[in-house]
Structure formats: C-alpha cells, structure tokens
C-alpha cells in the first residue's frame, strides 16, 4: 500500500512502477503484488528466482523456469489487471559453455508462459 500511496502521490502519468518478479520473491510472491500494483505497473522484467535452501545471492535467480515461481498465477495477475506493457527478460548468469542457448531457452520458455507453446 505504501508504494501506491508513493506513486499516487505524484498524480502524474509519468511516475509508474518498474516491476520485477524475481526481486520480490526475496520477500513475497509477484502474484500477490501484482493485484495491488494493478495500473501503476509500466514496466516488468521477468526474473526466476528460487526459495529452494537458504542461500540468498545472485545464484538464486535462475533461468526461467528453473526457480519456484508460480509462473501461471504470475500471468494470470498479468491478464487480471490487464498488463499490456512491455515483458523483458533478466538474468545475472549466462551459461559458460554455448551462452546463446540461454536465448534459445529463454525464447521457449517465454513461449510456454505466455501460452504460444505447450
């Protein structure tokens, strides 16, 4: 609630939220979020990130699909608040032998996600 009060506040088109699904899965679910963020939402990096164990650095954010988002609720928010934006993809770790088919993997699971694949 604070962040819409935050953007709120401004009372311009101009000052929207940047959200990104694996940032907040250190701390809740973007599911959960997205609901409240609703129309304030400009922009999104989809992000995987996974709760498995305890270590929390930069080797918990995985190539999509290897995490534990719940990537069909993600979506379904998506669509319930009627995003239409922008889906961009971020990862922090490119595979060490052959990186290009870390776009190859990415590709295909965007593809399932947004249901152009099954």
Do not use: C
């Not at 939220?17 to 940032?23: Q, R």
């Not at 922009?43 to 498995?52: A, D, P, R, S």
């Not at 319930?80 to 776009?103: C, D, K, Q, S």
């Amino acid at each position: 609630m604070e962040m819409n009060e935050f953007v709120d506040h401004f009372d311009s088109e101009y000052v929207q939220v940047h959200f990104d699904t694996g940032n907040i899965m250190l701390f809740q679910y973007p599911e959960h979020w997205i609901p409240i963020l609703g129309k304030r939402i400009k922009n999104v990096h989809l992000k995987e990130f996974t709760k498995k164990g305890t270590d929390h650095s930069l080797e918990s954010f995985r190539p999509l699909l290897d995490g534990t988002t719940n990537w069909p609720a993600v979506i379904e928010a998506f669509d319930a608040v009627n995003y239409r934006g922008y889906l961009t993809f971020e990862y922090f770790h490119p595979y060490a032998h052959y990186p290009e088919a870390l776009i190859h993997q990415t590709s295909d699971s965007l593809d399932r996600m947004l249901g152009r694949k099954v």
